[in-house]
Each structure stands twice: as structure tokens, then as C-alpha cells.
């Protein structure tokens, strides 16, 4: 599969852009304290399961979570508060961890059959 930017794709027959040109921009957002110490929360909390982790397998499932997480915290309070319920009730659970290449490749699984549609 090959995947290419629109700026890459051939103009249309009169020359013209098949889309819009793309600009990115830096937008400054202004975090309240209360975001900043939720923000300092859960980088603590990353560390600490980070540090538990005795496997690979540990070590990427966690980085996974915890990397949900915090897009979740940046996407909107209430997605963070679904997931991190859901992270909850999971945590502590006693279950067999894969090794990090069998994360790996279900992950590409996944990509795979998302970008074949």
C-alpha cells in the first residue's frame, strides 16, 4: 500500500488543486491549574505503572493504556472519564500478558484492516 499526501496528488485537468492547501499552525492553549495538576496526576501514575511493569508485554500493554488516557484527558473530561473508569475495573485483573510482539502485530492487524477499506 502505498499513501501519499494530498499536496502529492496530480492537479485536476485545468490545472487547478483537487484540495484545499494545507497550513499548519501553532495554537497556544491555555491549560487552567486544575488541568495542569490532572496532567501532573496521571504522568505520575504513568511512571509508577511503568515501573511495575516486569515484561515487555507489561511494558507495551501499559504504554498503550496510558497513552489512551491521555489522549482521552486532551479530547474532552468526560471521554477521559469513561476511560479512565474503564482502565479502573481492568487494573489488578489477573490476566496472561502477551509478549510485545503479539501487541505488535494485532496492532498493525488492525491498521491494516482499517486502511484496506
Known amino acids: 500500500m502505498v499513501r501519499r499526501m494530498k499536496s502529492e496528488l496530480e492537479l485536476k485537468w485545468d490545472g487547478s488543486r483537487r484540495f484545499a492547501k494545507r497550513i499548519v499552525k501553532h495554537l497556544e492553549v491555555p491549560y487552567t491549574d486544575v488541568e ?3 496532567h501532573r496526576t496521571l504522568q505520575a501514575y504513568a511512571e509508577a505503572r511503568n515501573r511495575s ?4 508485554g507489561q511494558r507495551f500493554a501499559t504504554e498503550f493504556s496510558l497513552k489512551l488516557l491521555k489522549k482521552r484527558l486532551f479530547s ?3 471521554a477521559f472519564a469513561s476511560t479512565l473508569e474503564k482502565h479502573a475495573r481492568s487494573v489488578g485483573t489477573e490476566r496472561s500478558t ?3 510482539t503479539v501487541w ?3 496492532l498493525d492487524e488492525a491498521d491494516n ?3 484496506q477499506r
Request: aromatic share 6%.
Open 53 to 56: 511493569a516486569a515484561t515487555a
Open 76 to 78: 474532552s473530561p468526560a
Open 36 to 38: 495542569r495538576a490532572i
Open 98 to 100: 502477551p509478549d510485545s
Open 113 to 115: 484492516d482499517f486502511c
Open 104 to 106: 505488535q502485530r494485532q
